[in-house]
C-alpha cells in the first residue's frame, strides 16, 4: 500500500514564495518600531579609551544610543555556549555590546535607537570610538605561540586540545612497520556561509502583558527562547519566537546573536517594539564564518596499500569569542578521518585557539566537509604514491557491506553501510575508463588541457542526535525531536513539529510522512513549525537531522493515533482490536472487508465523546518526543571532471556526477535539490570562496562583489542517482541529505585538479584554486 | 510611477532606492533585498519591461516608468505566470529570497531570448545568487518555460 512515500510530489511551499507573499522578517510591517544599528570595531583589537554618543544622540530621529557598560544591567548571564569540549576549556567572556576592548573588526560596540532604519543608520557616525590599537593575532600558529594573548585573563590563546586517542601505542607501532605512509597539511580556509537572506530580528513587547514576540530569522526558534530567557533573566513562558519565511541559513543561523538579544532587550526597556536588519557587510563581518583549520594528517599502510593507521592534529581557528556551537565543529569532525575505509587504528587530537578574527561556528556539513576532505584527499595522495588508481586504493579499503552497526576506531557505531556500490554506479555514469583513456591521450600528445578525474568517496554523521551520546560529547542540550498529531473532526490532519524549514519543503515532506501512514492525501494534512506558540517542543533544524529524527517523529505519533484510534474504532464496530486491520486510512474487520470505519469517521467519534471506551480521553490526538538511538551515516561516491589549462590555471568543470545514499527517500524532487545545493557550496569552497583578512585583521571580502558565491555561469549541470542503504537508525531507514553534497564536493574538485597536474609534479593546489593558485603550483612544480 | 498596473504618485526623499520604494512605501515585499552592492540579484525588478536591479537606482529615476514586481507576475484571476509554474514543476527554488530577483530575471531574459541553450541561461542569469539550489533545477525550469512558450 505504499503509495506516498518515494514520489516526486511538487511543493506546497512553492505558491506563496512565487507570488511575494511570504513574508521574511523584514517584510514583516511592524507599526511603532524602532530600528537599530549598531556601532562596529573598525579594528581588529583595541582597548576602547572612550565613546562619545553625543552627536549621534543629537541626530534626528534618534531615542537613545547605548554602550556596552551602558546596558550591563540588561544580561543576566554572558552569551551562551552550548558545549564544553574539555573540563579545562578556556571560554573568553562575551555579551551582545564589548565592554572596555574590541576584538574583531565588526565587534558591536554600541547601538543606535532611532525612528527609522535610515535615521539609525544616518547616526551612526555620530559615535566617536577612541581606539587605543593593540596589535591583532590573525594566523592560527602564531596564536598558538602565545606571542600575544588576546584576552588577558586566560592566560593563553588556545581554549582547548581535545584529542581522541584510543591507542596511541598501536598507532605509533602501525607507522612503524607501514610499507608506506603519506603526510598532508591541509588549510580550511574560512568561509563566508551568505544565505541570501541577512539575519534580521524584530521584538513585539506587550508592556502591560509582560510578554515579548521575537520575529527572527532564525533556524532555532526553540533553542533560542531557552537561550533568550536565561541569557535576559525573562521568563520562558513569556517569550513567544517565530522564525517567519527564513531565507536560508547554512548553519549561519543556528545561533543566539547579539542583535537578537539587543531587540529583546531594547524592547523590554523602551516598551516599543525594536528591530534591526542585517546589511551584507555586517553579514560577512559579524555573523559566523566557517571553516578555518589547519589539517596535519598521516596514513600508514602496508605493501598492498591497505591503511592501517590515521593520525590527526587539528588546529581550529574559533575566532575572537565562542559563539554557540564554535568549540564543538572540528570535534564533530574528529570521528570521521578514517572516513568509509576499515582503518584499525586511529588518533585525533585537536587544539583550538583564539584569533582576532569573525568567531567561527557551524557551516553546512560543520567539521564533517573537514574530514571528509582531508582522508579523501590521503587516498589520492596513497593511491600516485604507490602508482595505484585511486578507485582501486579505495575498494580494497572499504568497510565491507554491513546492515546493521559497524564498530569503528573513532568509537562510534555506523549504522548501515555499503560504499562499493555507489562507487561503482558513479564511475560507470561518469564513464571513468573512457577518461583515463581520454586522459592518457592527452597526455602522449603533449596538451597543455589537461584532463582530471576526482573522487571523493564521502561519509558523514547525521541525525543529530542521540541525546546520551550528545552528553557524552559534553553538549548541554540532547538531540530529541517532537511532534503532535491531530486527526480533526472533519478528518483533516494537523501535524506539529518542532523542526525548523527554511527551505527544506518539511510541509510537503512531513505531511507525505503523515498521508502514508494514516491513508489521507497530503492535501489534507497541514504542518505547522517555527512558532513558539504553535509548536512548543522542538529542537529544530541543522545537522541534516530533520527527517531522521523530526520526520520519526511525525511517524511515530501517527502510530500512536493508529492504535488510539484503533480501540476506538473497535468499540464502535464491537469487534476485538485485534480483530481490525488499517489500510487505505480505514479499519476493517479481518474476513469481513465489507465493515468498515475510515479514520475521519473515528476522528469525528473522539470528537463527539459520546460512545468512547470507558476511560478514553476524547479526541484523536498524540504527542511524541523521539531520541534516536544511534546517529545516521550517509555515504555515496561524487566524481569530478575537469580540464586545467597548464598556461593559465583556468580549471573547467566538465562534468559531476554524484551517487549518493541517504537511505530511505521520502521526496527524491527534495532529495535532488538538498544534493544540487550542497555540491555548488563544496565546489564554491573549492573553487572561488575565502573570507579572506590581511595581516591586521581586516576583511578582505565583505561584499558579494569580493567573496566570491559560485553563480549559475560557472557551474555545469550536475547527474544525480542513488543507492538505497535503509538505515537502522530509525523506522523510517532515512538517513538525511541536507549537508551531503558538501561534504563531498570540495575534495572532488580538489583531487580531479591535483589529479590533472600530477605528471606535472602538482601534489597539492590550496583551496579556492583560483587560477592564480593553480598557475602558481604548476610554476612551483616545474622549477622544483 | 506605474507598479503591477496601478499608478502611484509620492513625494519622496531623493536619496531612497526604488527596492525600498517599493517595499516601504509601497508595501510590495517580494522583491528582496540580498546585498548592497548590486551583487546578488534579489531586488530584480522589471522596468518598462527589462530587467533592472532595484537597490541600484533611485525612486526618482523611475519617475514615469511602467514597473513590474513579482507581486504582478500572475494573471488576474490568479493563474501563475509560464515562468512561476516552470519554477514550481521544476523544484527551482528552495528557501526562496533569490526567487523574486530570479523569476524577474529570467521572464526578462525569455523576453530577449525566447530560445535560449543552457549556456545562454546561465549567462544570462550570472547577476542573480541562489545559494539553496546549485542553479541545476533553476536553469531547467528557466528552459522549461521557454518550451511552453513556444
Redesign the interface.
Known amino acids: 500500500m505504499t503509495t506516498v512515500l518515494g514520489q516526486r510530489l ?2 506546497r ?3 506563496e ?8 522578517v ?2 514583516l ?1 511592524i507599526p511603532g518600531a524602532l530600528w537599530l544599528a549598531l556601532v562596529r570595531s573598525p579594528v581588529a583589537r583595541a582597548r576602547v579609551r572612550s565613546i562619545d554618543t553625543s552627536a549621534a544622540v543629537a541626530s534626528p530621529g534618534v531615542v537613545a544610543v547605548y554602550t556596552g557598560e551602558d546596558l550591563a544591567g540588561e544580561w543576566v548571564a554572558p552569551l551562551p555556549v552550548a558545549l564544553t569540549a574539555t573540563p579545562d576549556q578556556k571560554v573568553p567572556a562575551h555579551y551582545p555590546l564589548t565592554s572596555g576592548t574590541v576584538n574583531y573588526v565588526g565587534d558591536p560596540v554600541a547601538v543606535v535607537v532611532a525612528t527609522t532604519r535610515q535615521a539609525a543608520n544616518d547616526a551612526l557616525a555620530g559615535v566617536v570610538v577612541d581606539y587605543d590599537e593593540l596589535p591583532a593575532v590573525v594566523d592560527l600558529e602564531d596564536s598558538l605561540s602565545d606571542r600575544v594573548v588576546i584576552h588577558e585573563d586566560l592566560g593563553t590563546n588556545a581554549s582547548y586540545t581535545w584529542p581522541l586517542q584510543p591507542d596511541e601505542a598501536a598507532v605509533d607501532a602501525a607507522f612503524a612497520s607501514a610499507a608506506h605512509t603519506v603526510k598532508e597539511r591541509f588549510i580550511q580556509q574560512r568561509l563566508i556561509p ?5 539575519r534580521g530580528a524584530a521584538a513585539v513587547p506587550a508592556p502591560f502583558g509582560g510578554t515579548y514576540t521575537l520575529y527572527t530569522s532564525t533556524q532555532i526558534p526553540h533553542i533560542l527562547r531557552v537561550l533568550l530567557a536565561l541569557t535576559l533573566g525573562i521568563s520562558e513562558t513569556k517569550i513567544r519566537v517565530v522564525a517567519p ?4 541559513g ?1 548553519g549561519a543561523k543556528l545561533n543566539i546573536y547579539p542583535e537578537e538579544v539587543l531587540c529583546l532587550a531594547l524592547a523590554r526597556k523602551l516598551k516599543q517594539p525594536v528591530r534591526w536588519t542585517e ?3 555586517e553579514n560577512t563581518q559579524a555573523s559566523i564564518h566557517g571553516r578555518g583549520q589547519v589539517q596535519d594528517i598521516e596514513l600508514a599502510a602496508d605493501a598492498e596499500g591497505k591503511v592501517t593507521a590515521v593520525r590527526v592534529k587539528l588546529i581550529g581557528d574559533m575566532g575572537a569569542y565562542f559563539r554557540l556551537l564554535t568549540p564543538a565543529i572540528p570535534i564533530l569532525g574528529g570521528f570521521l578521518y578514517h572516513g568509509v575505509y576499515d582503518i584499525p587504528n586511529y588518533s585525533f587530537s585537536c587544539t583550538s585557539v583564539f584569533t582576532n578574527l569573525n568567531p567561527t561556528d557551524a557551516y553546512r556539513g560543520a567539521g564533517r566537509p573537514e574530514a571528509s576532505y582531508a582522508i579523501e584527499r590521503c587516498m589520492d595522495s596513497l593511491a600516485a604514491q604507490m602508482g595505484k588508481d585511486p578507485a582501486d586504493i579505495r575498494r580494497i579499503n572499504f568497510i565491507p557491506r554491513f546492515d546493521n552497526g559497524h564498530a569503528t576506531a573513532a568509537g562510534l557505531s555506523f549504522d548501515s553501510g555499503n560504499y562499493e556500490p555507489a562507487l561503482d554506479k558513479a564511475l560507470e555514469i561518469v564513464g571513468y575508463e573512457g577518461l583515463r583513456k581520454e586522459q592518457t591521450q592527452r597526455r602522449e600528445s603533449g596538451s597543455t588541457k589537461h584532463l582530471g578525474i576526482g573522487l571523493s568517496s564521502y561519509m558523514e554523521i547525521c541525525g543529530l542526535a542521540p541525546s546520551r551520546i550528545m552528553a557524552a560529547l559534553g553538549a548541554v542540550a540532547g538531540g530529541w525531536e517532537s511532534a503532535t498529531v491531530r486527526v480533526l473532526p472533519t478528518g483533516k490532519v494537523e501535524v506539529v513539529t518542532g523542526t525548523t524549514p ?4 518539511h510541509e510537503t515532506c512531513w505531511a507525505m510522512i503523515v498521508a502514508e501512514k494514516l491513508g489521507c492525501a497530503p492535501d489534507d494534512v497541514e504542518v505547522l513549525h517555527s512558532d513558539t506558540a504553535i509548536s512548543p517542543h522542538g529542537l529544530d533544524t541543522y545537522g541534516s537531522r530533520s527527517l531522521a529524527v523530526g520526520g520519526t517523529a511525525v511517524a511515530l505519533g501517527c502510530d500512536k493515533i493508529i492504535a488510539k484510534a484503533r480501540a476506538i474504532a473497535a468499540h464502535q464496530m464491537e469487534v476485538a482490536e485485534g480483530d481490525l486491520e488499517f489500510a487505505n486510512g480505514a479499519f476493517s474487520v479481518k474476513g469481513t472487508p465489507e465493515k468498515t470505519m475510515p479514520m475521519a469517521g473515528v476522528a469525528f467519534a473522539a470528537f463527539q465523546a459520546h460512545n468512547l471506551p470507558d476511560g478514553m480521553e476524547p479526541n484523536l490526538t498524540a504527542e511524541t518526543s523521539y531520541d534516536p538511538p544511534n546517529f545516521t551515516f550517509p555515504f555515496g561516491t561524487h566524481v569530478c571532471v575537469v580540464e586545467v589549462d597548464e598556461e593559465t590555471g583556468r580549471v573547467d568543470l566538465l562534468n559531476y556526477v554524484a551517487v549518493d545514499d541517504c537511505g530511505n527517500q521520502v521526496n527524491p ?2 532529495v ?2 538538498q ?7 563544496g565546489l564554491g569552497q573549492a573553487l572561488f570562496e575565502e573570507a579572506a583578512y590581511d595581516e591586521n585583521g581586516n576583511l578582505l571580502t565583505s ?3 569580493d567573496y566570491l ?1 559560485p ?3 560557472e ?1 555545469p ?2 547527474t544525480l542517482d542513488s543507492t538505497v542503504t535503509p538505515s537502522p537508525s530509525n523506522p523510517l531507514g532515512a538517513k538525511g541529505v541536507g549537508e551531503a ?1 558538501t561534504i563531498a564536493a570540495a575534495q572532488a574538485a580538489i583531487n580531479a585538479i591535483v589529479d590533472a597536474l600530477r605528471p606535472l609534479g602538482v601534489n597539492d593546489v590550496r583551496m579556492p584554486a583560483s587560477p592564480q593558485r593553480v598557475w602558481t603550483a604548476i610554476q612551483e612544480a616545474k622549477g622544483a | 510611477m506605474t507598479v503591477n498596473g496601478s499608478t502611484d504618485e509620492h513625494e519622496v526623499e531623493p536619496r531612497l532606492l526604488l527596492v525600498f520604494y517599493l ?1 516601504e512605501v509601497l ?14 540579484g ?1 531586488c530584480t525588478v522589471l522596468l518598462d519591461g527589462e530587467s533592472v536591479k532595484s537597490c541600484t537606482m533611485f525612486a526618482v529615476q523611475a519617475d514615469g516608468a511602467d514597473i513590474t ?3 504582478g ?2 494573471g488576474a484571476d490568479g493563474e ?1 505566470h509560464r515562468m ?1 509554474q516552470a ?3 521544476n ?1 527551482g ?8 530577483g530570479m ?1 524577474m530575471a529570467a521572464v526578462s531574459l525569455l523576453e530577449e531570448h525566447p530560445n535560449p541553450t ?1 549556456a545562454d ?3 544570462g ?15 531547467k525550469s528557466v528552459l522549461a518555460a521557454a518550451e511552453a512558450g513556444r
Open positions: 511538487l511543493r511551499e512553492d505558491a514564495i512565487l507570488t511575494g507573499e511570504a513574508k521574511y523584514d517584510d510591517a551568505s544565505a541570501m537572506e541577512p519565511a527564513v531565507g536560508g547554512f546589511t551584507r557587510s527554511h527551505g527544506q519543503a524532487l527534495i535532488e535539490g544534493v544540487h545545493g550542497g555540491i555548488v557550496q561584499t558579494l562583489a558565491v553563480s549559475a555561469a557551474m549541470n550536475f553534497g | 517595499r508595501g510590495l515585499t517580494g522583491t528582496k533585498i540580498g546585498c548592497d552592492t548590486t551583487s546578488c534579489a514586481t513579482i507581486e507576475l500572475a501563475f512561476q519554477f514550481h514543476e523544484h527554488l528552495q528557501c526562496g529570497y533569490c526567487t523574486a523569476v543552457e541561461v546561465r549567462e542569469l550570472e547577476g542573480n545568487l541562489c545559494r539553496c539550489t546549485g542553479y541545476h533545477n533553476i536553469v
